[in-house]
């Protein structure tokens, strides 16, 4: 197959339609965050890697949601979140729940910026709780939220 014939994925899609630029922090391996332009309206936007692998959520993609959250807010510019994701990294064990115990709460807290998910796939955990405490929260056609993947249940 020629790589002129491979689809692209939806984050790709949107990112470019968003006219994304990396925002200068550092990434981690589920999570990436950009600077965007909707309808000439600076937002900041939050993708998760569409591979399931390493679509995961631990310490690392706490502290970009952190940060880009921080901006946000000095900014007042809306979170788009593209959701794909595994959820929790279980590898990481209560660190990592802890940390997004913290994003949660500080969501549901202290929240002053708009929150708007679209939900590209699969999505468990922490992207499925944003997505429900989003003020506006898109689902394709392909799109699954699950509040708790198998591998948590499993662990506890």
């Not at 692209?8 to 550092?26: G, K, Y």
């Not at 309808?39 to 940060?67: F, H, T, W, Y």
């Not at 992207?127 to 689902?139: N, P, R, V």
């Amino acid at each position: 197959m020629s790589s002129q014939s491979l689809p692209v994925s939806p984050v790709i899609r949107l990112l470019t339609f968003l006219s994304c630029q990396p925002i200068n922090m550092p990434q981690s391996v589920g999570l990436n965050s950009y600077e965007g332009v909707l309808n000439n309206v600076r937002v900041l936007v939050i993708a998760s890697n569409p591979d399931p692998k390493l679509g995961s959520i631990g310490r690392a993609e706490c502290e970009l949601i952190n940060a880009t959250f921080h901006i946000a807010s000095r900014l007042a510019a809306p979170v788009v979140f593209l959701w794909s994701t595994s959820g929790a990294r279980i590898s990481e064990g209560a660190e990592a729940l802890e940390e997004i115990s913290k994003i949660l709460k500080r969501t549901i807290d202290g929240r002053d910026f708009l929150m708007i998910s679209l939900v590209l796939g699969a999505t468990a955990g922490i992207g499925a709780y944003l997505t429900c405490l989003s003020e506006f929260s898109i689902l394709s056609e392909d799109s699954q939220l699950f509040m708790t993947g198998p591998q948590l249940v499993k662990a506890l």
